[in-house]
């Protein structure tokens, strides 16, 4: 079957309406890692929109959608973000040199996404074009063979993965049902030891709440320097965290291998921000990690993850998907791949205290969590309920 079409889209479904207003303010909204690498090079906190906030992101960029069509009008979608540099990167590198393949050939065309790409890199921007593209093209494959894409896959290899939720507020994450609970690095390395002192408090607070029947996790969203991040993991050793996540510049390469050095008993999990499968692969292969955290929609889709989990099964680690229970993709993968124990239930997935989760705006067809469980649908590839014009051309 024949690609005659690819092309970025904007994104423009109707948004699922909220029906319960907010119980009440949450008290950590905003409080995501002083702790993230703006605020490092910006002294922990910074001027935005008229007022101070914590952390912050670079730039963001809105959605991009990508729609690949075969000869017989059958379409496929798949999404990534980073606004306009990954929508033109689909359309001027990507689409003139992938229409008129076999949709088939899925492992071919990622192949000859990265080689066409290699010249410039094919990280990061790059990166995400080629997932948007890979999971329309593993979503066609799934509508064609009129199969959900975790049974092309070999099928599910399991009734249910344990969840886990990430956000500050755990009393909230417990009302909903959550049983694993990852909380965020508020402090970073220019608020010293009484930032160490605090980041403790709100780690004992929580374990003091979850006990010790479920895990905890800390995630330092890229902040710290290897010095706080040693003394961070010695000052948490009787909380028994499950990891201690994105401690440093995700291209630092070499500072994980002296925090690996310095810290050997710490479970260290990264890789949100690797793109490709090299580094998940150095990583592995030189045991700088123990839980590697690719992220579906930039790393290169569906068909990167499955190199990246294979290689981690044969390392002996295990790759948790970032935001894998936000995105149909992440589902999908979370359960066609053995080497991935947990899904994690996010930004995309939690919602404001006292609104269900059913009331989260997503895509139409993505399932939410229901009694501690998160079950991928099993209608034909991810199982979007979608429709083609709500995903008009990109630079229309
Ligand atoms: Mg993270």
């Known amino acids: 079957m024949k690609i005659v079409d690819i092309k970025a889209t904007k994104v423009e479904y109707p948004r699922v ?3 319960t207003p907010p119980r009440e303010a949450d008290p950590y909204e905003g409080k995501i890692a002083s702790g993230s690498p703006m605020a490092q090079s910006l002294g922990g906190r910074y001027f935005h929109k008229d007022k101070w906030v914590q952390g912050g992101q670079s730039g963001n960029g809105r959605d991009v959608g990508c729609i690949v069509t075969c000869e017989d009008g059958s379409w496929g979608f798949g999404f990534s973000e980073r606004g306009r540099i990954t929508a033109s990167i689909i359309e001027d590198y990507i689409a003139p040199n992938l229409i008129g393949r076999d949709i088939f050939e899925s492992e071919k065309l990622y192949d000859m996404m990265n080689r066409i790409m290699a010249p410039v890199g094919a990280n990061s921007f790059a990166s995400r074009a080629i997932s948007a593209v890979d999971l329309a093209i593993w979503d066609l494959k799934g509508k064609l063979l009129e199969k959900p894409v975790y049974e092309i896959m070999g099928g599910s290899v399991t009734e249910s993965l344990p969840l886990y939720a990430s956000s500050n507020n755990t009393e909230w994450l417990l009302e909903l049902g959550f049983k694993n609970f990852k909380k965020f690095a508020a402090w970073g390395p220019r608020d010293s030891i009484g930032g160490i002192n605090k980041i403790e408090d709100e780690i004992a607070e929580a374990r003091e709440l979850v006990g010790y029947d479920s895990e905890l996790m800390l995630d330092c969203w890229l902040s710290m320097d290897v010095e706080t991040v040693v003394r961070i993991s010695e000052q948490l050793k ?3 965290l499950k990891w201690i996540e994105d401690a440093l510049l995700s291209e630092s390469i070499t500072q994980y291998e002296i925090l690996r050095n310095r810290i050997p008993h710490q479970t260290i999990a990264t890789g949100e921000h690797w793109y490709t499968v090299h580094p998940f692969f150095h990583a592995a292969s030189k045991g700088l990690v123990d839980i590697l955290q690719p992220d579906i929609t930039w790393v290169g889709g569906l068909t990167a993850v499955i190199r990246i989990v ?6 002996g680690i295990d790759v948790i998907l970032h935001g894998g229970g936000g995105s149909v993709f992440g589902q999908h993968a979370s359960y066609g791949l053995t ?10 997935v939690i ?46």
Not at 339 to 348: A, D, Q, R, T, V
Not at 365 to 384: E, Y
Not at 388 to 394: G, I
Request: hydrophobic fraction near 35%.
């Open 238 to 240: 009787p909380y028994r």
């Open 310 to 315: 294979h290689i981690a099964e044969a390392a």
């Open 17 to 19: 309406k909220q029906k």
């Open 339 to 348: 080497g991935i124990p947990m899904i994690e239930c996010s930004g995309p």
């Open 351 to 396: 919602t404001a205290i006292g609104v269900p989760l059913h009331e989260k705006d997503r895509f139409p067809g993505t399932p939410v969590p229901d009694n501690g469980k998160l079950i991928p649908s099993d209608a034909p590839g991810f199982g979007f309920e979608i429709k083609r014009e709500w995903f008009p051309d990109f630079f229309s």
